[in-house]
């Protein structure tokens, strides 16, 4: 069994600068009333786009994001079986037991994190990488090509 064991809160070593920005845009975004919720949604929705990320782009966003969400996103193995973007909110909120609408509602408040720190040219190439349904949790128009 896998338990997520904290240390007593004067025992946690402080965030970084950049991560306590990220969590600040992702409290803003998502509405959160505190930081720890924020910090939440982060490290749940990090982990999740780890196991879906791989390559380049995987260790392109890494260089990008600050170390304690590049940590966050790194130690997870990236499953063999890609998930569209639905799955993939789909299978964060069985993880949670969350609903599917807040779950949703946390994808898309660290995506547009996330986005910020990538840029545009690597959010596009995130997006090239991942199956259907991304885009639009990340802020963005799921384009199709004409047939």
């Known amino acids: 069994m896998?338990?997520?064991?904290?240390?007593?809160?004067?025992?946690?070593?402080?965030?970084?600068?950049?991560?306590?920005?990220?969590?600040?845009?992702?409290?803003?975004?998502?509405?959160?009333?505190?930081?720890?919720?924020?910090?939440e949604a982060v490290r749940l929705v990090l982990a999740g786009l780890g196991r879906q990320l791989t390559g380049d782009e995987r260790v392109d966003l890494a260089a990008r994001l600050p170390l304690e969400?590049?940590?966050?996103?790194?130690?997870?193995?990236?499953?063999?079986?890609?998930?569209?973007?639905?799955?993939?909110?789909?299978?964060?909120?069985?993880?949670?037991?969350?609903?599917?609408?807040?779950?949703?509602?946390?994808?898309?408040?660290?995506?547009?994190?996330v986005a910020a720190c990538a840029g545009p040219d690597l959010l596009t190439r995130i997006l090239h990488q991942l199956p259907s349904g991304y885009a639009l949790l990340f802020g963005r128009a799921e384009l199709t090509p004409t047939a």
């Open 2 to 39: 896998i338990t997520d064991v904290r240390a007593p809160l004067e025992y946690q070593q402080p965030y970084g600068t950049a991560y306590e920005q990220m969590l600040e845009k992702v409290r803003y975004e998502g509405a959160y009333p505190t930081r720890e919720k924020a910090d």
């Open 69 to 113: 969400a590049a940590r966050v996103l790194t130690a997870q193995i990236p499953d063999t079986q890609p998930l569209t973007g639905w799955d993939f909110v789909k299978d964060l909120a069985a993880r949670t037991g969350a609903s599917l609408a807040t779950t949703r509602w946390d994808t898309g408040s660290v995506f547009s994190a």
